[in-house]
């Protein structure tokens, strides 16, 4: 095993463990089969359209619109949920109390329930006769039908990411740390703001990130919610399946494109950030 | 008398008695109205018009279909996962090579793609005007609107699941077990189903748990390839979308309470598998 300067570095380490060929072979047959050559079929599609085609199909309006209520909504929930997710992990790191385990439980709901389901759920309870929804009509506010609706329903499946991602880096932290700044005197005010707060930001950032990605694609918990009216309520996802059923497949593929493009550019964004958070927590989770 | 205390860990340094209270106080009040009342609503619409009403609407054809529709994509696509996160994870984490940690972004790839944008390349790819498009039709295949498409975009959204809970835990565990049974005159095959296997059966059992919960759920690929042809390519959330739009609310929420009660299983054996086997998920517990 010992490497002499003139030996090659191979490109695999040798092993005893034999079936590395025929996993290896088979694993990345089914990766290009089922992942890569189709995601890569979108941006040929996209490419033979040509630059002016593609960005005059993105300058329509109604697409425009589209474009911005998800990227919009999408950064509204998860801007909230990067306020109150702190809360819940907080609450369910440093506190006991009875059915803490309920309740952490029910923190994955949204990654559980279908889309489809949660959707149908949302606008039930907002719809103006709703649970929710009643009591907001009589102050005025109208969710359903209307941007702020496609904003909580992005804001319900965000939350999970932001608690999950902050629970276990909370957990690995050294009380000694809040100790120590206690005794020299900080209030607890003090301890959270200037302690806690700098050594999670690239965690909380890092989950405002993840939620961010889930949201600007989400389809099934908003159509129902949001009533889909063109140029208001309308969400980009909506609209590739609208161009669909037209048989537009340039419009469809040209969406399609730039939200590809962004979801990569966030994989590439929570990458950096996961660096950053593991060197200011040491957490190598 | 301590209904709400911090660990004695961190007894020094807690916030005051009145401050916890407040914040257990938002948090549960947040938690209810955001997530418990959705769950609680569908239920109540469900059984509005009386458990007959409810059997009734779960039992006509289409619905019958489309129960029968999705457990038949579940199993395929599951399956199908579960060979290629055995076969990923063994191959990435028993072995050392270069490149290791970009293949297992592209295998985490699916998770960052819109459902939508996930069905919408298998339409470009074997759709009427996609790149296969003709040459299917010459065969008179067809895969787009029809099981076929369905099967492939569950697949795909639920690519990650058994790979990703597998492969961190296979890299804790290392290779000695297996070097040790290959030492003692065991084949390869009797090695990984063995040692391998039973080493990671709780993690794959995880992994698998995920895996069906969103093949049964998933809407907005299956939407694009499915073509919503009832009795035969409606599978049960688009029934769901169906049903609704028709303003047929009742039966909506009967086929969604069936699925509403999958996800409310999925947790509960989600959650007893963290707490009995937490040492053997904690490496893997992302999400």
Same mark, same amino acid.
């Given at each position: 095993m010992s490497l002499t300067e003139h030996q090659r570095r191979p490109w695999r380490t040798p092993s005893v463990l034999p079936g590395f060929g025929v996993t290896f072979g088979f694993s990345m047959f089914w990766l290009g089969l089922i992942v890569l050559i189709p995601l890569a079929g979108i941006f040929t599609w996209a490419a033979s359209l040509g630059f002016s085609d593609f960005f005059?199909?993105?300058?329509?309006?109604?697409?425009?619109?589209?474009?911005?209520?998800?990227? #919009?909504?999408?950064?509204? #929930?998860?801007?909230?949920?990067?306020?109150?997710?702190?809360?819940?992990?907080?609450?369910l790191v440093r506190y006991e109390f009875y059915g803490r385990g309920i309740v952490d439980a029910v923190i994955d709901l949204p990654f559980a329930l279908p889309t489809a389901v949660a959707g149908l759920a949302l606008a039930a309870l907002y719809a103006p006769n709703g649970w929710l929804g009643a009591p907001l009509a009589d102050a005025g506010i109208k969710?359903?039908?209307?941007?702020? #609706?496609?904003?909580?329903?992005?804001?319900?499946? #965000?939350?999970?990411?932001?608690v999950r991602t902050l629970q276990p880096v909370l957990a690995d932290l050294e009380p000694e740390i809040e100790e120590a700044a206690a005794?020299?005197?900080?209030?607890?005010?003090?301890?959270?703001?200037?302690?806690?707060l700098p050594a999670l930001l690239p965690t909380l950032l890092t989950g405002f990130a993840l939620a961010f990605a889930r949201a600007v694609g989400e389809y099934g918990s908003v159509i129902f919610i949001a009533g889909n009216l063109p140029y208001k309520s309308e969400i980009a996802p909506l609209l590739i399946i609208i161009k669909l059923e037209e048989f537009n497949y340039p419009a469809a593929t040209a969406i399609a494109a730039i939200m590809l493009v962004m979801s990569f550019l966030i994989l590439l964004i929570v990458n950096l950030l996961q660096g950053w958070a593991r060197r200011s927590t040491g957490y190598a989770g | 008398?301590?209904?709400? !205390?911090?660990?004695?860990?961190? &007894?020094?340094?807690?916030?005051?008695?009145?401050?916890?209270?407040?914040?257990?106080?938002?948090?549960?009040?947040?938690? $209810?109205?955001?997530?418990?009342?959705?769950?609680?609503?569908? =239920?109540?619409? &469900?059984?509005?018009?009386?458990?007959e009403t409810y059997a009734a609407s779960l039992l006509t054809d289409d619905s019958i279909a489309a129960i029968q529709l999705t457990l038949l994509v579940t199993a395929i696509a599951v399956p199908a996962n579960i060979i290629f996160g055995l076969a990923a994870s063994w191959s990435i984490?028993?072995?050392?090579?270069?490149?290791? !940690?970009?293949?297992?972004?592209?295998?985490?790839?699916?998770? !960052? %793609?819109?459902?939508?944008? &996930?069905? $919408?390349?298998?339409?470009?790819?074997?759709?009427?005007?996609?790149?296969?498009?003709?040459?299917?039709?010459?065969?008179?295949?067809?895969?787009?609107?029809?099981?076929?498409?369905?099967?492939?975009?569950?697949?795909?959204?639920?690519?990650?699941?058994?790979?990703?809970?597998?492969?961190?835990?296979?890299?804790?565990?290392?290779?000695?077990?297996?070097?040790?049974?290959l030492s003692l005159g065991a084949g390869g095959?009797?090695? =990984?189903?063995?040692?391998t296997l039973p080493n990671v059966r709780w993690a794959?059992?995880?992994?698998?748990?995920?895996?069906? &919960?969103?093949?049964?759920?998933?809407?907005?690929? %299956?939407?694009?390839?499915?073509?919503?042809?009832?009795?035969?390519?409606?599978?049960?959330?688009?029934?769901?979308?169906?049903?609704?739009?028709?303003?047929?609310?009742?039966?909506?929420?009967a086929v969604a309470s069936l699925l509403a009660f999958l996800a409310l299983v999925t947790l509960c054996l989600k959650t007893a598998l963290e707490w009995r086997y937490s040492g053997e998920l904690a490496v893997s517990r992302g999400h």
């Open positions: 005059s199909i993105l300058a329509d309006p109604r697409i425009l619109e589209a474009l911005k209520l998800s990227f #919009g909504g999408a950064l509204i #929930g998860a801007f909230v949920n990067t306020l109150v997710g702190p809360v819940v992990a907080w609450v969710v359903i039908f209307t941007p702020l #609706g496609v904003i909580i329903a992005l804001t319900f499946i #965000g939350l999970p990411f932001v005794t020299l005197g900080a209030t607890r005010w003090q301890t959270i703001r200037k302690i806690l | 008398m301590q209904f709400i !205390s911090t660990s004695p860990r961190l &007894a020094n340094v807690s916030e005051p008695l009145t401050v916890r209270f407040l914040l257990l106080g938002l948090t549960l009040v947040y938690l $209810l109205a955001m997530l418990v009342l959705p769950l609680g609503v569908i =239920f109540v619409e &469900a059984f509005r018009k009386g458990y984490a028993k072995y050392q090579f270069k490149g290791k !940690s970009f293949l297992i972004t592209l295998i985490d790839l699916p998770f !960052s %793609v819109s459902p939508v944008v &996930a069905g $919408l390349i298998y339409v470009l790819m074997f759709g009427a005007q996609g790149y296969l498009g003709p040459y299917l039709q010459a065969h008179h295949i067809q895969i787009i609107f029809a099981v076929p498409g369905v099967v492939l975009a569950t697949i795909f959204l639920t690519f990650p699941f058994v790979a990703r809970q597998l492969i961190p835990l296979m890299q804790a565990q290392g290779n000695d077990d297996e070097e040790a049974a095959l009797r090695t =990984f189903f063995s040692v794959l059992l995880y992994g698998v748990l995920l895996c069906n &919960a969103r093949a049964m759920g998933e809407f907005g690929a %299956v939407s694009i390839v499915s073509g919503h042809i009832r009795g035969k390519t409606n599978t049960m959330p688009l029934h769901v979308e169906i049903l609704y739009n028709e303003y047929n609310f009742v039966a909506a929420f």
